[in-house]
């Protein structure tokens, strides 16, 4: 499968920008996604962007896509102790995913 | 709601014993999947279908089994041959090009 990196673990303070980022490894993705897996369930669709926008907003959350360095990255304003999660990027080649390792987000009141 | 069911939510396996995870869909999506997600290694792709009848292995296939006799329901075995099950399983599913739609997981353990 493709190769999808993200950084293991980020904590932030409640109130505090959380960025989370993803590399992936084929620029011929269609779309890349951003999923929210909180403990014991499966996982969330959060947001999404097309590969032909290099950023959208949707309320808190913010994505922005470079592609040419294969950079995805969640941006979350406001960050709440419910945002406490990991967090997965996935890329869509055909009909096959690949999501990455996941980041697991640690919000400290 | 429409939505992916997958039961039960914990499971136990005794040594050599076949367990048997459901996933059921009413999402009316062609393609369905199953994941094993261990602590830290994030999700890898056991089997996939995208049609009736029809099903690929993934990525660590080897001590599984899989069928898909109608599009709403895509049962994964455990056999005995796994000798490493204890992990989270996760069921999913979509329709070509479009986001993949999860269920809440069974939690497989050894007795």
């Known amino acids: 499968g493709e190769d999808v990196e993200q950084s293991l673990f980020l904590s932030v303070r409640e109130g505090d920008s959380s960025v989370i980022n993803c590399t992936y490894t084929?620029?011929?993705?269609?779309?890349l996604y951003w999923y929210k897996q909180e403990p014991g369930a499966g996982l969330q669709l959060l947001t999404y962007i097309f590969s032909n926008m290099d950023m959208k907003q949707d309320q808190r959350l913010t994505v922005l896509l470079n592609k040419k360095d294969k950079h995805l990255s969640l941006r979350i304003a406001d960050t709440q102790t419910g945002d406490s999660a990991i967090y997965f990027c996935?890329?869509?080649?055909?009909?096959?995913?690949?999501f990455g390792t996941g980041t697991s987000l640690t919000v400290i009141p | 709601d429409g939505g992916i069911t997958q039961s039960p939510k914990y499971l136990f396996r005794k040594e050599g014993q076949n367990v048997t995870l459901s996933c059921e869909q009413n999402?009316?999506?062609?393609?369905m999947y199953w994941y094993r997600q261990d602590p830290g290694q994030g999700l890898r792709l056991i089997y996939y279908?995208?049609?009736?009848?029809?099903?690929q292995k993934g990525d660590i296939a080897e001590g599984y089994s899989v069928s898909r006799e109608k599009k709403e329901s895509f049962p994964l075995t455990v056999t005995s041959a796994q000798k490493n099950p204890t992990a989270f399983y996760l069921c999913?599913?979509?329709?070509?090009?479009?986001?993949?739609?999860f269920g809440d997981g069974t939690r497989l353990s050894i007795l």
């Open positions: 996935a890329e869509i080649l055909g009909n096959q995913f690949y």
């Open positions: 279908s995208q049609i009736v009848n029809d099903f």
């Open positions: 999913a599913s979509n329709s070509h090009n479009q986001p993949q739609h």
């Open positions: 084929d620029s011929s993705s269609t779309y």
């Open positions: 999402l009316n999506h062609d393609a």
